[in-house]
């Protein structure tokens, strides 16, 4: 093959466009790595629409890592105490379809879970959701987005009425004032932010407000960076409303005709005047007037937010907030502004707007409305009764069920929570505990592979075709460019054969993707995701935003939501919300003095499946570590590089210290990729607890109460680092290579 393929980075969700070309072109030298492999030539598509031609070092050598470590065959074993042995694809599926027949006929179909992932297609994510939640009338889909997008999901729905981010990145070109909360945008999504820093940096009228714990590279640049405390966002957010509405920076006839419980919302703020405020954030009563009056002024206000903000107790209040801010301003519908949440994984939007949530229907359907439910069961071909009208079990909630013996059968596919989830120690021995799991996977060895039973090579980037949604609502088709290695298979293909052979074959007669994603589109008609005009062969002419019905000739302007400042309500009118602060679930004390926050790193991409492969990337971070404030370090005798526990009521972990003035006083930060195959003791969700947002299920992760001690007298983290995977690899009975 000599052609270039156009598709997407597999990455984070913004969603840049990607032209890869093979090895080996006529007359030119053969592409290699760092280690001298011939590695397919990989650089931004300069047509992207959401993209433009940038890349950042994740996608630029994301080729480097497609043939490193993959998982070739089908692996199988009877405890987790046997080492796995090689079979066929027809052995894979008797034993899966054996083991969930069984469950099915002895506990039911609520003892069946899948747990999947933002790295799903989304034509993965709709196949997976008509096996369970139609065939086999479970809810129990969910997915790594619980831990990422959840509570995203629940503010726009219940402020807006219906999920999906409004705004688009065109934007970042057009506002006066961006407030960045909860997100370190510069090394989470490099290229949405490089965007906004040139606009910011060529019109000196922009400001930049950010809110951030940390001095982060997105603060170094920011007109004003609030350091809160961490837990005190809604003070935060209704001290500057509070402001707002006494300035008079008010649009009262937006809020009469477009929005309903105004007055509920002035009596909270009215409790959060700027003395009080300041005080309890831990800044100044001038930088939170300052951030006021920043967006009081601005005609064209744009927030972005990520997982600072979502991982969190009390996440959806914090969206709401944030919306709360739109809607008293009018800053909603129209160019340079609105409420644009950050997504985390490179089809989260996707997954959202397939029903791949355990309280989600496809076409952004709720399990619990009886409407909802009729008119997925009614396309499906299924009688009236058979989706459940309660909430499936949330990823949490298949940790519990497995120590409580609910779970019978754990499908895992494309994540590891083995070190993704919180109080993962807790959640390894509940792996441990699984009558039956299946590791549907690209790679190999992950952590999530120690504790299966069965192992099913997955085709991955480059190796299927699929689409995948963007945060600002654009999809994109990603089409295949070489075969899947060894008996590698797309993963809707894997979990429409088991549909097939549970007798449900009429289901599933899918000969290719697009096949799926025809019928999956038929399910968005009418609603507010409505792709009904999408097809693989439309978007193989280049990405298209949403919504696009099959009813427009021609694309229209689908760039923001709510132009018409009508809402996807019943009424058509908006809801302010009314939350007072709650502070962390887990703030600190006398014994646990430190409050530990943690994140991502710009070159590596969560658990490091996939980048803690690649060499240049290894460089780059060569090990986890933890910051400490100067004035933290002096008090307890830690210098640079000194190695410190972190312990909270969990668990521990060891880091060497990183004493800095980026983080403030009494907060702790670690990165969150390190897992047991890249080091003894980095895992930083040994510490997190699993105390959740009441609406949206989303674990607070981004917050802990802990203590901190010197090590002495032990070998530093890099000889530490140094075993990386010949430990775990000996500890599970792995081979590098099945």
């Not at 649009?251 to 005080?279: D, G, L, Q, R, W």
């Not at 502004?337 to 359907?365: D, H, I, K, V, W």
């Not at 120690?425 to 441990?432: E, M």
Request: charged share 20%.
């Amino acid at each position: 093959m000599t052609d270039t393929t156009k598709t997407l980075c597999p990455y984070c969700g913004v969603g840049c466009g990607l032209e890869v070309s093979p090895p080996a072109q006529p007359g030119k030298a053969i592409n290699r790595d760092s280690q001298g492999n011939p590695t397919w030539k990989v650089k931004g598509d300069r047509n992207h629409p959401s993209s433009q031609g940038m890349v950042c070092v994740k996608g630029a050598t994301i080729a480097e890592a497609i043939d490193k470590n993959r998982l070739r065959y089908p692996m199988l074993r009877d405890s987790l105490d046997e080492p796995f042995r090689r079979v066929s694809w027809e052995a894979a599926y008797e034993r899966i379809v054996s083991r969930m027949r069984s469950v099915y006929m002895t506990q039911g179909a609520d003892a069946i879970c899948m747990y999947g992932s933002g790295q799903m297609q989304t034509e993965d994510y709709y196949v997976a959701q008509k096996l369970l939640k139609g065939c086999l009338g479970t809810n129990n889909f969910d997915s790594n987005s619980r831990l990422c997008m959840s509570s995203a999901v629940a503010g726009y729905v219940q402020s807006l009425g219906a999920d999906g981010p409004p705004c688009c990145y065109e934007d970042l070109d057009l506002t006066d004032c961006a407030f960045i909360i909860g997100s370190n945008a510069a090394e989470c999504h490099p290229i949405v932010f490089n965007r906004l820093q040139k606009h910011h940096k060529k019109n000196h009228n922009v400001k930049m407000i950010v809110v951030d714990p940390r001095r982060t590279p997105t603060a170094e640049v920011a007109d004003l960076h609030l350091a809160i405390h961490p837990g005190t966002d809604i003070d935060l957010l209704n001290g500057i409303a509070h402001l707002l509405l006494r300035w008079g920076y008010f649009e009262s006839e937006f809020v009469s005709e477009c929005t309903v419980n105004f007055p509920a919302f002035a009596e909270v703020i009215s409790h959060y005047p700027p003395e009080v405020v300041a005080k309890r954030c831990g800044i100044s009563v001038e930088n939170l007037e300052t951030a006021a009056r920043y967006w009081g002024t601005s005609k064209r206000v744009l927030s972005l937010w990520s997982m600072g903000v979502n991982q969190s107790s009390e996440g959806t209040a914090k969206v709401r907030g944030i919306i709360n801010l739109h809607l008293m301003t009018g800053q909603i519908g129209k160019p340079g502004c609105g409420p644009f949440s950050l997504t985390g994984q490179p089809n989260a939007m996707g997954g959202r707007e397939s029903g791949g949530l355990c309280n989600l229907l496809p076409g952004y359907r709720h399990v619990q409305y009886a409407q909802d439910r009729a008119e997925v069961e009614q396309f499906w071909g299924f009688p009236a009764g058979r989706i459940s009208p309660n909430w499936g079990r949330t990823a949490w909630d298949m940790i519990t069920g497995l120590e409580t013996g609910d779970v019978g059968v754990l499908w895992i596919v494309a994540t590891n929570p083995a070190v993704s989830l919180p109080d993962v120690k807790r959640a390894q021995a509940a792996l441990l505990r699984s009558p039956f799991t299946v590791c549907q996977d690209a790679y190999y060895p992950t952590e999530t592979a120690a504790y299966a039973h069965v192992l099913l090579p997955a085709a991955q980037w480059g190796e299927k075709t699929g689409t995948m949604t963007n945060s600002e609502r654009v999809v994109t088709l990603c089409q295949a460019f070489r075969p899947p290695v060894g008996d590698a298979k797309a993963d809707w293909e894997i979990i429409a054969e088991v549909g097939r052979r549970l007798g449900f074959a009429d289901k599933f007669p899918f000969a290719n993707s697009a096949e799926v994603y025809a019928e999956y589109v038929q399910l968005t008609c009418d609603r507010p995701c409505d792709m009904t005009g999408l097809s693989h062969a439309k978007l193989a002419q280049g990405p298209i935003q949403w919504p696009y019905p099959d009813t427009w000739a021609n694309q229209k302007d689908s760039r923001r939501l709510y132009t018409d400042l009508r809402f996807a309500t019943p009424d058509g009118r908006a809801r302010f919300s009314a939350y007072h602060s709650r502070g962390l679930a887990e703030p600190p004390n006398p014994e646990y003095p430190f409050v530990l926050t943690n994140g991502r790193l710009y070159g590596h991409w969560h658990t490091q499946t996939r980048t803690g492969r690649i060499e240049k990337i290894k460089q780059m971070h060569p090990q986890p570590f933890l910051e400490i404030h100067p004035r933290d370090a002096a008090m307890l005798k830690i210098q640079e590089n000194d190695l410190v526990e972190v312990r909270s009521r969990r668990g521990k972990a060891q880091f060497p210290a990183k004493v800095t003035k980026a983080i403030a006083p009494g907060t702790l930060f670690v990165p969150m990729h390190w897992g047991a195959l890249w080091g003894d003791e980095t895992e930083a969700n040994a510490l997190t607890h699993p105390e959740h947002d009441p609406d949206s299920h989303q674990p607070e992760l981004k917050a802990c109460a802990v203590q901190l001690i010197p090590v002495a007298l032990k070998p530093s983290l890099g000889e530490v680092g140094q075993k990386q995977e010949k430990t775990f690899k000996h500890q599970v009975s792995l081979p590098i290579t099945p």
